[in-house]
């Protein structure tokens, strides 16, 4: 059986560690040994139930190339970040739920973590190290490109460009055929109606540009 780290242990890697679960153990080529973290006086996981103990630091943890690991953090700087630190030191674990739809022709890149209750569509293609939360919708055709954070119960139309390291936050909604360059951050409860461009972030309904 090859390892598996959850790389985080805040509230994310917190939840990780439940989606996991959901895989039937004989479909798994793994066993869960635990969390990576950053060195702190106070462990993110004190006073909270979990199955698993912070293990290690991820900057100096000794991987094998057997090793799988998994990037539990939303922040899409650090998420882009601790992918590159440890390219090549490890598998990235590709996840997704077993209750999510997945419609054919669909390409998922190595790292992202597809949580409960997703859809996606025909012919939707996402980057590598995406993280999509639960109960998010992407339509046909849309493409999301690595880095990028989609959280809780957005909607996003069909034939929509998501760039590099995109936020979109939670109920947000995207219309059909939009574009969000990279690095565009959309707040929660938005409608994004037009073109968001690189490095801008929106919010409202009709998401309006933040000064």
């Known amino acids: 059986m090859r390892k598996l780290f959850i790389i985080g242990a805040s509230n994310l890697g917190r939840e990780f560690e439940s989606w996991l679960d959901l895989i039937p153990p004989e479909k798994r080529d ?13 462990s993110p996981l004190e006073g909270f139930p ?9 900057e100096n943890y000794k991987f094998s190339q057997n090793d799988y690991g998994i990037i539990a953090v939303a922040n899409v700087d ?20 077993p209750n999510s739809t997945i419609a054919k022709f669909v390409e998922i890149g190595e790292g992202s973590f597809i949580c409960p209750f997703c859809i996606l569509a025909t012919n ?3 980057g590598a190290n995406v993280f999509v939360n639960c109960g998010t919708q992407i339509g046909h055709d849309t493409r999301v490109d690595e ?3 989609i959280m809780a119960d957005v909607v996003i139309g069909g034939n929509c460009k998501i760039g590099t390291k995109v936020f979109i936050g939670s109920n947000s909604t995207i219309i059909p055929k939009m574009i969000l360059e990279n690095e565009s951050s959309i707040g929660a409860g938005s409608v994004v109606i037009r073109r968001v461009k690189s490095k801008t972030s929106v919010f409202g309904n009709p998401a309006m540009i933040l000064k």
């Open 147 to 149: 880095h990028s954070s």
């Open 50 to 58: 979990t199955d698993y103990k912070i293990i290690g630091n991820w």
């Open 30 to 42: 793994w066993k869960l040994e635990g969390y990576l973290h950053t060195d702190s006086e106070l």
């Open 124 to 126: 939707v293609r996402i």
């Open 78 to 97: 650090w998420r882009k970040s601790i992918y590159q630190f440890l390219k090549g030191r490890l598998t990235f674990f590709t996840y997704i739920a």
